[in-house]
Nanobody, 122 residues
Framework: QLVESGGDSVQAGGSLTLSCSVA???????MAWFRRAPEKELEGVAT???????RYAESVKGRFTISQDNAKNTLYLQMDSLKPEDTGMYYC???????????????????WGQGTQVTVSS
């Protein structure tokens, strides 16, 4: 079971760090963060492979950083310079295959968390 935490309400320009506990879950493929903005479709934010290689959506490049701590079984998303358009429910997800195969295609991810809400006000 994946469990996200760290969502909050912040002012534009602020920072947040989201965490996703993957304890008890078997994983060896791509790990990712997705988000769903109000009245919009689910979109990929960032992915990370087992070798530490990362990919980001254009809208968050240079502002967000995905990382993992295998010792703590935790996936992170550091979000800086937040904008109102970053508002949404953020989900972590795990796939069985590498990131270059699953990319940010939501249907290719096996396990999902319940989400954590991020609200950025202007």
């Amino acid at each position: 079971q994946l469990v996200e935490s760290g969502g909050d309400s912040v002012q534009a320009g602020g920072s947040l760090t989201l965490s996703c506990s993957v304890a008890g879950v078997t994983y060896n493929g791509c790990m990712a963060w997705f988000r769903r903005a109000p009245e919009k479709e689910l979109e990929g934010v960032a992915t990370i492979d087992g070798d530490g290689s990362t990919r980001y959506a254009e809208s968050v490049k240079g502002r967000f950083t995905i990382s993992q701590d295998n010792a703590k079984n935790t996936l992170y998303l550091q979000m800086d310079s937040l904008k109102p358009e970053d508002t949404g429910m953020y989900y972590c997800a795990i796939a069985d295959l590498a990131c270059f195969i699953v990319t940010m295609s939501t249907y290719k991810y096996r396990d999902w968390g319940q989400g954590t809400q991020v609200t950025v006000s202007s």
